[in-house]
């Protein structure tokens, strides 16, 4: 509710604005109109930028399950199946990772202009400072079959909250030698 209440005070406030530069330039209906339009594209760019920080649905949690009976002994080749290779052993662990980004909360991370935030862990997300979002684990895991970055525009084009995502991920703490 108070971020609407802000974009309407930037509206309110450019009109006023040229409400009053266009009196003291004596064209005042002109100057209202100019403060309004720019206020307008103010109250939009805010709108738009509002709707980038919103947080997509939470994930359920999945709860673990019980061990399964022991697979058979014998070996995938010799029933007839091939083996399977073990897939993307060459990309990082989701969990392992995500035990560092909850070991980590609370300290100061940068995103790539250098703005400072920290963030905490709830549940399968991570909640950053300076933004009312939540990034669910499974951002991490889609974010990390790309890594490294170079850049936050190398992030997956589906992961919600990319600068986010690129700062914790590419920090030293958190990569570890693992990318």
């Keep these: 509710m108070r971020k609407k209440r802000d974009r309407s005070n930037v509206f ?18 002109a100057g209202l109109f100019i403060g309004m339009g720019l206020g307008f594209i103010a109250q939009a760019f ?17 709860p673990e399950r019980e061990p399964a009976e022991a697979a ?29 980004i909850a070991a980590h909360q609370g300290e100061t991370f940068h995103l790539l202009k250098g703005q400072p935030f920290t963030y905490r862990v709830e549940g399968h997300a991570v909640v950053p400072s300076t933004a009312k979002v939540r990034i669910q684990k499974s951002q991490f895991a889609k974010a990390l079959g790309a890594v490294p970055f170079e850049k936050v525009a190398d992030v997956p084009k589906d992961v919600f909250g990319p600068s986010y995502v690129y700062a914790i991920l590419m ?9």
């Design 46 to 62: 805010l709108e738009e930028r509002g709707a980038d920080e919103r947080a997509e649905p939470e994930e359920p949690e999945i």
């Design 72 to 100: 058979p002994t014998t070996p995938a080749h010799e029933a007839g199946t091939p083996p399977v290779a073990e897939a993307h052993a060459d990309r990082p662990d989701v969990d392992a990772v995500w035990a560092r």
């Design 171 to 179: 920090d030293p703490r958190i990569r570890g030698d693992d990318w």
């Design 12 to 29: 309110v406030g450019f009109m006023f604005l040229g409400m009053g530069l266009g009196w003291l330039l004596g064209h005042l209906a």
